[in-house]
């Protein structure tokens, strides 16, 4: 048997028992906090005493692409390529989503593994991941979107909705997440992948804060699946792509700084272009607004000068130049703009008012992308080894916890 795969300059041990890692979308941790204390994770609160509760860093943009693409190649952006859900193909001159595998510039801890022999299993909620996350694997591997169309050619299971035999799911919904846990306890039960990874939507988390109802009927949802993945052996690795803060005002509006507006008030109509890299197909519970936004400017105006302005509007945390951001957040500075933005914990970035449709925020703006939605929750079921002095947290740590630093089941049971 393989004893170790190396992906991306860093090995990964064998897996003794069957690997879970779980990406929750959107989870801050004061979720988590919160349903605890309101009993609705009786799971957890054990697996937190008995394994690891830890907090680590997502990447900025703290966005769903980034960070699902991290944390399944153990690497930030820099070295796959994903820096957000959109950005400006400056060969084509094309605004594009970056759900195509060719804008994948690494493989991935589940890919090499499937190549080594080990059953991999992968079921995301939405399908503009499941190309990305599948790139390379030999497998099980479909979203909950479209769940209804799947074939063992492509996905490789025939109908996965027949099979974890619940009803197609919308969208805008909680269930889109309920089903990929369900999917998750059936895969379990009845293939034993090695390795099966999980990610959530972030629709509950778009609409209700830490604590309430909808939440917590959601965690408590969660917490029930988790623990039957617990029981039938799974070492668990939990974490997050980002976190969520509100980013409205005091009387319920969207507390927005429209950068492309601003922009062709300072320098001319259409010079300057916004790319937000939050925009997606599913743009209904957050209109598109987000805290991080990359500028293209127009050749021969004066970057430090505009720079310091964007940087001095109430509101932005951050402006930078390009390289200046992509060597602090690791990204790959050819899939950038000129300037690199970050808005505060309670703004959010836009680019023109008149492209952002709002209808559909039913409820004050929560969204995220920025600097304050970086920690994120990481939650092992199990005793970890000690960590390297320096080691730093990441959300794409998931891995390597897992396979490298958790004790098996076996172990812990040997020392009770």
């Avoid at 919160?34 to 009993?39: H, L, N, Q, T």
């Avoid at 109430?314 to 930078?320: D, M, Q, R, S």
Wanted: with cysteine; net charge neutral; glycine share 8%.
């Amino acid at each position: 048997m393989t004893k170790s795969i190396t992906v991306n300059d860093k090995s990964y041990a064998w897996p003794t028992e069957p690997i879970v890692v779980v990406c929750v979308d959107g989870c801050e941790p004061d979720y988590l906090t919160e349903a605890m204390k309101a009993g609705v994770m009786p799971w957890l609160s054990r697996a937190v005493k008995s394994g690891a509760d830890l907090i680590g860093d997502c990447v900025v943009p703290s966005f769903t692409n980034p960070n699902n693409l991290s944390i399944v190649t153990g690497a930030p952006p820099s070295v796959h390529g994903i820096c957000g859900n959109y950005l400006y193909d400056r060969e084509s001159g094309q605004e594009v989503m970056m759900n195509d595998p060719k804008f994948l510039r690494a493989e991935t801890i589940l890919a090499a593994f499937s190549k080594a022999g080990a059953k991999l299993a992968v079921v995301t909620a939405k399908d503009k991941l499941r190309k990305l996350l599948g790139k390379g694997m030999t497998g099980i591997c479909f979203s909950a979107e479209k769940a209804d169309g799947t074939t063992v050619a492509e996905h490789g299971i025939n109908n996965a909705l027949a099979y974890v035999g619940r009803p197609l799911p919308s969208v805008y919904s909680a269930d889109l997440s309920e089903f990929v846990f369900a999917a998750g306890v059936k895969l379990l039960k009845d293939r034993r992948p090695d390795i099966m990874y999980l990610s959530t939507t972030d629709y509950v988390q778009h609409k209700s804060a830490p604590g309430a109802a909808d939440a917590n009927s959601f965690y408590k949802m969660m917490d029930s699946y988790l623990a039957q993945l617990d029981a039938m052996g799974a070492r668990i690795v939990l974490t997050a792509d980002h976190g969520m803060n509100d980013k409205h005002k005091a009387d319920g509006t969207p507390n927005v700084i429209y950068l492309q507006d601003v922009l062709d008030g300072w320098i001319g109509a259409g010079k300057a272009r916004v790319i937000l890299p939050i925009t997606d197909p599913y743009v209904v519970h957050h209109g598109a607004l987000g805290s991080f936004a990359t500028v293209y400017l127009p050749d021969g105006i004066d970057r430090a000068a505009i720079i310091a302005r964007i940087a001095a509007i109430p509101g932005i945390e951050l402006a930078v130049d390009r390289a200046t951001g992509c060597k602090r957040f690791e990204l790959p500075e050819d899939r950038m703009g000129d300037v690199v933005v970050v808005s505060e914990r309670n703004t959010a970035i836009g680019s023109a008012a008149k492209k952002h449709d709002l209808s559909g925020l039913t409820v004050p703006l929560r969204s995220h992308g920025g600097m304050t939605e970086q920690k994120v929750p990481v939650i092992v079921n199990r005793k970890l080894k000690a960590l390297p002095n320096g080691y730093r947290l990441r959300n794409f740590s998931a891995f390597d916890l897992a396979l490298n630093y958790a004790l098996p089941s076996a172990v812990l049971d040997k020392a009770v």
